[in-house]
């Protein structure tokens, strides 16, 4: 039966269209990604396209696990069967069982690996200590570059677990509490001239989780209006969003509201938009994408090491130059996707069984949103 929060009813499914969806963000950070250690290739044409399109995957995996967590959280609240304590515990061992375990594998095998790669240039940033990298403390990730991203997502699984501890089925106040706490640094900082919205912590990136909630409590309610034409609209604002930024120079050196208004709210309009069409029956995403999707958190952490091994694999043949390079390109991406998808079946799965069973008493899922979760 689905269960009551005071604010809508959530559905006890599996949302194929948000895995898809994982699939398609994933793939773009991983495209954006591919010309980087080809030095000689950052000089094609399409080069711009990709780093001013791709990076904002990640903004779409934000809205999602907005979505995800604030669905799965009030469940979890409103299960009578555990005490208040029982039911925020179990919460947060599947939140750090599904990122921790598969990361420190990659983390380990980026780190073994990093040392032979010294002709791959790399960007220039903190080192902070191991200990903070491997409990994903730090917004800076020189071991595993992508990684930068959990950092904020741990930050919202800590919120969203002490929300659900202190207002259990009213989930929600707890995250509104943190969201207007945000937006006042953010209003605080404009109004001082203050750089406190560079920092983490008053980061608005923070909102496109919020995003994700809205998304939430509109599928809870059963609301599937304007199933295409939202995520039509999503589409085309993420493309002039894209555009926007480039003329303003590049996501990478405007302030993080940029990307959150020009990435982050297209991302909302694209998931609802999805997940009203496949609740209203016009389509889902094909099983491949499905599969890639729950392959996308393995993807996601292993690409950028990937590509590194394989460009210097090219550069010491005297391979660097080949062309045509956007073939070359393409092919080094399927080989990615390929290696990523491996250590999705081969060892994220197999931990996530073993560990989940072991401390749970039973498998953590990858998948979205059922009745396992």
Same mark, same amino acid.
């Given at each position: 039966?689905?269960?009551?929060?005071?604010?809508?009813?959530?559905?006890?499914?599996?949302?194929?269209?948000?895995?898809?969806?994982?699939?398609?963000?994933?793939?773009?950070?991983?495209?954006?990604?591919?010309?980087?250690?080809?030095?000689?290739?950052?000089?094609?044409?399409?080069?711009?396209?990709?780093?001013?399109? *791709?990076?904002?995957?990640?903004?779409?995996?934000?809205?999602?696990?907005?979505?995800?967590?604030?669905?799965? *959280?009030?469940?979890?609240?409103?299960?009578?069967?555990?005490?208040?304590?029982?039911?925020?515990?179990?919460?947060?061992?599947?939140?750090?069982?599904?990122?921790?375990?598969?990361?420190?594998?990659?983390?380990?095998?980026?780190?073994?690996?990093?040392?032979?790669?010294?002709?791959?240039?790399?960007?220039?940033?903190?080192?902070?200590?191991?200990?903070?990298?491997?409990?994903?403390?730090?917004?800076?990730?020189?071991?595993?570059?992508?990684?930068?991203?959990?950092?904020?997502?741990?930050?919202?699984?800590?919120?969203?677990?002490?929300?659900?501890?202190?207002?259990?089925?009213?989930?929600?106040? /707890?995250?509104?509490?943190?969201?207007?706490?945000?937006?006042?640094?953010?209003?605080?900082?404009?109004?001082?001239?203050?750089?406190?919205?560079?920092?983490?912590?008053?980061?608005?990136?923070?909102?496109?989780?919020?995003?994700?909630?809205?998304?939430?409590?509109?599928?809870?309610?059963?609301?599937?209006?304007?199933?295409?034409?939202?995520?039509?609209?999503?589409?085309?604002?993420?493309?002039?969003?894209?555009?926007?930024?480039?003329?303003?120079?590049?996501?990478?050196?405007? $302030?993080?509201?940029?990307?959150?208004?020009?990435?982050?709210?297209?991302?909302?309009?694209?998931?609802?938009?999805?997940?009203?069409?496949?609740?209203? /029956?016009?389509?889902?995403?094909?099983?491949?994408?499905?599969?890639?999707?729950?392959?996308?958190?393995?993807?996601?952490?292993?690409?950028?090491?990937?590509?590194?091994?394989? $460009?210097?694999?090219?550069?010491?043949?005297?391979?660097?130059?080949?062309?045509?390079?956007?073939?070359?390109? *393409?092919? $080094?991406?399927?080989?990615?996707?390929?290696? !990523?998808?491996?250590?999705?079946?081969?060892?994220?799965?197999?931990?996530?069984?073993?560990?989940?069973?072991?401390?749970? !008493?039973?498998?953590?899922?990858?998948?979205?949103?059922?009745? $396992?979760?």
């Amino acid at each position: 039966m689905p269960i009551e929060d005071g604010f809508g009813e959530f559905r006890a499914m599996h949302y194929r269209n948000v895995q898809g969806l994982r699939a398609v963000a994933s793939l773009m950070v991983l495209f954006s990604h591919v010309l980087h250690p080809f030095t000689p290739m950052q000089a094609h044409w399409i080069t711009p396209y990709i780093y001013n399109l *791709g990076p904002g995957g990640v903004d779409i995996f934000f809205v999602i696990s907005g979505f995800i967590i604030y669905t799965v *959280g009030v469940k979890s609240g409103g299960d009578r069967t555990k005490s208040r304590w029982q039911s925020t515990l179990d919460f947060l061992l599947r939140r750090l069982i599904r990122i921790y375990p598969i990361y420190w594998v990659m983390f380990l095998f980026a780190s073994l690996t990093i040392a032979y790669i010294v002709d791959i240039p790399f960007l220039p940033m903190p080192v902070p200590p191991t200990s903070s990298l491997l409990l994903l403390l730090s917004a800076s990730n020189n071991i595993i570059l992508a990684a930068w991203s959990l950092h904020y997502e741990m930050i919202y699984y800590m919120v969203a677990t002490l929300s659900l501890l202190i207002f259990r089925q009213h989930l929600l106040i /707890g995250l509104m509490i943190w969201f207007a706490f945000t937006l006042a640094c953010i209003l605080v900082a404009f109004a001082l001239g203050k750089d406190w919205m560079h920092h983490v912590w008053a980061s608005s990136l923070f909102f496109e989780f919020m995003f994700g909630v809205f998304v939430a409590l509109l599928v809870g309610r059963g609301q599937t209006a304007f199933a295409k034409t939202s995520f039509v609209v999503g589409v085309v604002l993420y493309a002039l969003g894209s555009v926007v930024l480039h003329r303003h120079g590049g996501w990478w050196v405007l $302030a993080p509201w940029w990307r959150t208004a020009f990435w982050g709210i297209p991302s909302g309009f694209i998931l609802y938009g999805l997940i009203a069409i496949e609740l209203r /029956g016009l389509w889902t995403f094909p099983k491949v994408w499905q599969y890639l999707g729950n392959a996308s958190y393995s993807i996601y952490l292993s690409h950028q090491t990937f590509f590194a091994i394989l $460009a210097l694999i090219v550069l010491r043949a005297g391979l660097m130059d080949l062309r045509p390079r956007l073939l070359v390109a *393409g092919l $080094a991406c399927v080989l990615a996707i390929a290696f !990523g998808a491996a250590i999705y079946q081969f060892v994220e799965k197999w931990l996530l069984d073993k560990i989940g069973n072991a401390v749970l !008493g039973r498998r953590v899922p990858v998948s979205t949103i059922q009745p $396992a979760e």
